[in-house]
């Protein structure tokens, strides 16, 4: 059972930044598709951005595109998710998530972590 765990959310200005890490407990930032997912009171969880396991090619919704930097570093198993001009809207719980089959799709992505709360104060 593969486990990740999440660090480095908490509270921020609006335009501040913060950057969100996640360990794996395997092989599994090199192998696998890593996803960072977040979740808003009253909202469904959204895929935020993902990196796929070969080519290192990434993924963003809209939102966060050019604000948000995934990436990952196969030697330490850890994916890191760097946010940049940080807006109220943007408060949430973080999950990181780990899929072996396709990189966009929520329902793919099998292993998860418990997640940590980012807060953006205007």
């Known amino acids: 059972q593969v486990q990740l765990v999440e660090s480095g959310g908490g509270l921020v200005q609006a335009g501040g930044s913060l950057r969100l890490s996640c360990v794996a407990s395997?092989?599994?930032?090199?192998?696998?598709?890593m996803g960072w997912f977040r979740q808003a009171p009253g909202k469904e969880r959204e895929l935020v951005a993902a990196?796929?396991?070969?080519?290192?090619?990434?993924y963003y919704t809209d939102s966060v595109k050019g604000r948000f930097t995934i990436s990952r570093d196969n030697a330490k198993n850890t994916v890191y998710l760097q946010m940049n001009s940080l807006k109220p809207e943007d408060t949430a719980v973080y999950y990181c998530?780990?899929?072996?089959?396709?990189?966009?799709?929520?329902?793919?992505?099998?292993?998860w972590g418990q997640g940590t709360q980012v807060t953006v104060s205007s």
């Open positions: 990196i796929s396991r070969s080519t290192g090619s990434t």
């Open positions: 998530a780990a899929s072996w089959f396709r990189m966009t799709y929520q329902n793919d992505y099998k292993s």
């Open positions: 395997e092989r599994t930032v090199s192998n696998a598709h």
